[in-house]
């Protein structure tokens, strides 16, 4: 049984588990030799076996005393911007190399009291910054699919873990994309909860407006079982949803009114915003969007057209928010309290300008300089306050939208994953990879990644679908009736 233990996903190993098929100890310790032979993939920056182990053994007798969930003794690991209290949290930066936190994040606090085997910490972008996974300190991520492409970012190391079968889910972080395009570049499933509903208390923030966490899985069914566990109020964070517990694995699976077993989406408008499929938008990509999109006609679904008319504006809007917050939120790392300090300086000043020269990444560099920029005197009220107006605009587009719908979907990314370096001299190139991902982002509303095929190179494609408001459930119940009629999701890279 062993030998197969990673083709299975979070729902399946539950079940084996539950059944005794299997122990948390030989899991655990199966899948930390698979990390250990895969390290090529640079997907894990660090892996604890000892720890591992040690919860791996309270979950096998929390099974024995009757006191097991659906999760207990699954294992995960953790993208690096997470805080931990027994593992490094390093946010892929040379300036936290040395950090080690005296708490866990309140998403790895739930995780690991639903019983969940911590395996490591995941490589990410630099404090979240990127579209690729290569701006991280560390080294970059390559994409199991292809080593010689990128994964997606930031949640890089999440996704390519998760497609290369080193585990059956990851945590990640979506401030713009970043668990929906690296999910689709690497032919898994990932969610982006709607803005509050998982805690960001130990998540080190990026762009505290936009930043939200949410799993990366092999099914649709595997994220709403770990969305179930790490979601919900946290009186520790001022941006948390005051909303009672939610089972999105039971919403998952109710039945819509009016369907039936072979029309499960009887009644659900998909809306299609016709700026989501643009000329340029690759052949490839639209094909395989169409070819799923015509699989959700046939379990029940309409299709409808729609239009978010600002979509091209996302991007200056998010590249104007997202800098500012993280200029804010980036100049507590000043070689002062934690973190790197520089080892010489003359005085004050020249410790926080070595410091921070030495300890942030050009791409984190570019992004505070952009962001002072826009907050300084003279410029506020040009930039930043005008970008904040256009992104209730933004918002404001998605609600007229939903009138006519209840889902919104299209591509995840315009193109499949591209080659590592490619777009290492020009930034904005990445930049404009995100124009599909940013206007839910800057909505705040929930957005997925589900498997729809793969384009050029034999790469893999997303469907992204979009939520109104706190409809998880809608989203991953139509992902779900998708992936029970297709394999697109079961899918693998070769060799892995």
């Known amino acids: 049984m062993s030998g197969a233990l990673h083709h299975h996903g979070v729902a399946a190993l539950g079940r084996q588990l539950a059944a005794g098929a299997v122990s948390a100890v030989e899991l655990a310790q199966a899948l930390i030799a698979r990390i250990g032979a895969h390290a090529e993939l640079g997907a894990f920056l660090a892996v604890d076996p000892e720890l591992a182990i040690a ?27 997470f805080v931990t209290r ?11 190399s040395d950090y080690h936190s005296p708490f866990d994040a309140t998403v790895v606090q739930r995780l690991s009291d639903a019983g969940m085997v911590t395996l490591g ?85 990026f762009a505290s407006s936009l930043d939200q966490a949410g799993p990366i899985a092999r099914s649709a069914e595997d994220c709403a079982l770990l969305l179930s566990a790490m979601s919900g109020f946290d009186e520790r964070d001022a941006t948390s949803a005051q909303r009672p517990p939610q089972d999105f694995h039971a919403q998952m699976l109710q039945s819509r009114e009016g369907s039936s077993a072979s029309r499960p989406l009887q009644g659900l408008r998909i809306g299609l915003p016709r700026e989501f499929f643009p000329e340029a938008l690759a052949a490839d990509v639209n094909g395989a969007v169409r070819a799923a999109l015509a699989e959700l006609e046939k379990l029940g679904a309409t299709l409808v057209d729609v239009s978010l008319p600002r979509t091209e504006l996302s991007i200056p809007v998010y590249y104007i928010i997202a800098p500012a917050e993280a200029s804010s939120n980036l100049s507590r790392f000043d070689g002062v309290k934690f973190g790197h300090r520089a080892k010489q300086y003359t005085d004050l000043l020249d410790m926080y300008k070595k410091t921070r020269a030495e300890g942030f990444g050009p ?47 299209g591509p995840v ?5 591209w080659k590592l370096g490619e777009q290492a001299n020009d930034p904005v190139a990445a930049y404009l990879a995100d124009i599909f991902t940013l206007p839910a982002s800057l909505a705040g509303l929930p957005g997925m990644s589900v498997p729809s095929g793969t384009g050029a190179h034999g790469m893999p494609v997303g469907l992204q679908l979009v939520g109104n408001y706190f409809a998880e459930g809608t989203l991953l119940h139509a992902a779900h009736a998708l992936q029970q009629a297709t394999d697109f999701h079961l899918h693998g890279p070769k060799g892995y």
Request: glycine share 10%; hydrophobic share 35%; charged share 20%.
């Open 55 to 81: 919860q791996a053994r309270a979950a096998d007798q929390k099974r024995a005393n009757g006191e097991a969930g659906a999760l207990t003794g699954v294992p995960v690991a953790h993208k690096d911007i």
């Open 86 to 96: 027994s593992l490094p949290s390093t946010a892929g930066s040379k300036m936290l």
């Open 121 to 205: 910490k995941l490589n990410c972008d630099e404090f979240a910054m990127g579209s690729a996974n290569e701006n991280s300190a560390y080294g970059p991520v390559r994409n199991p699919w292809d080593t010689t492409r990128v994964p997606g970012g930031s949640s890089g190391g999440s996704a390519a873990a998760v497609s290369a079968r080193l585990l059956p889910a990851a945590t990640g972080t979506d401030t713009g994309g970043s668990i929906r395009q690296p999910a689709a570049f690497s032919g898994v499933t990932g969610i982006k909860p709607t803005y509050g509903v998982c805690s960001r208390y130990g998540m080190i923030a």
């Open 363 to 409: 791409e984190v560099k570019r992004r505070i300089m952009i962001g002072t920029y826009v907050l300084s005197h003279g410029y506020y009220d040009a930039y930043y306050l005008q970008a904040q107006k256009l992104r209730r605009m933004i918002a404001d587009d998605f609600q007229a939208c939903f009138e006519h719908c209840d889902v919104i979907a």
């Open 413 to 417: 990314a315009p193109s499949v994953a």
